[in-house]
């Protein structure tokens, strides 16, 4: 083995290498088979924190690359996804040989708890489907992850409200300003922030430069797939609404362009979903 990963500990050759395999597991609480199907990624977790991303990587590589052809390894640095792998093999049987034989052997003194991961792999994704199947299964991971924030935000406004206090009488609800948006609610309701609102096929664009028009909108949301037409709303200027035929376009297209400079004085617009 390489310098940057002295510290692991090879499973030794054994007549009953799952017994101690299931015991080494069983030390950490968790057990080998968790009934997630079998697929060509491995999902490790148990890591040292401390390593460099690029060492890890580097040595995860050649542990696992004697189990079969790694397509790709995923290791990243945010605090969610610290001290957790994806190891992408071309095949399944090669992710089950690695899980049997690695599983609960150290690396960097920790342990490895391995088992297939919950979702394909982009690698995995592309090789099957091409490009155009990768790039709907982008689609479909943006749209789930903007509804769990949606939820998360809509469920954290509620535990900010305190038990066993009545709510203040609700105010005469406001209009929102512009065509096409809704009336707010009273105080006591809960409303998601914008940024976090569930994915819909219209577009809710703000903070437009007054010399926008719907020939430039056009341009711009019309590269996205469905498009259906951009809508200024009259009388209100830096506001405007982008609609597509499903929630797919709509999410490419506020991936693409939320943030984006517009204008001579080139503010970045706001881009979010319709509030429903």
Known sequence: MGSSFQNFQRPQQTD???????ANMAALGATPNTGIPPNPTVYVRNLEERIKIEQLKEALEEIFSEYGTVLEIVAKRNLKAKGQAFIVFDNIDSAA???DEINGFELFEKPMVLDYAKTRSD???????????LEAHKRRRLAEKERKQA??????????????????????TKMAKGAGLKPTPGAAAAVIPDEYLPPNK????????????Q????AVFGRFEGFQ????????KGIAFVEYESEAGAISAKE?????????????????????
């Open 123 to 133: 690698a995995t994704v592309f090789r099957e489907g091409g490009s155009d199947e």
């Open 229 to 236: 037409e951009a809508r200024l709303v009259p009388g209100r």
């Open 215 to 218: 020939e430039s909108l056009s």
């Open 97 to 99: 040989r690695a899980i």
């Open 151 to 172: 939820h998360e935000a809509l469920e954290a406004q509620k535990k900010l409200k305190r038990p066993g206090v009545a709510p203040e009488p609700a105010r005469p």
């Open 202 to 213: 219209v577009l809710f664009l703000r903070d437009l430069p007054d010399t926008v028009s």
């Open 16 to 22: 009953q290498p799952l017994q101690l395999n299931v």
């Open 256 to 276: 693409a362009t939320s943030g984006m400079p517009m204008g001579d004085a080139g503010k970045p617009i706001r881009v979010t979903y319709q509030r429903q």
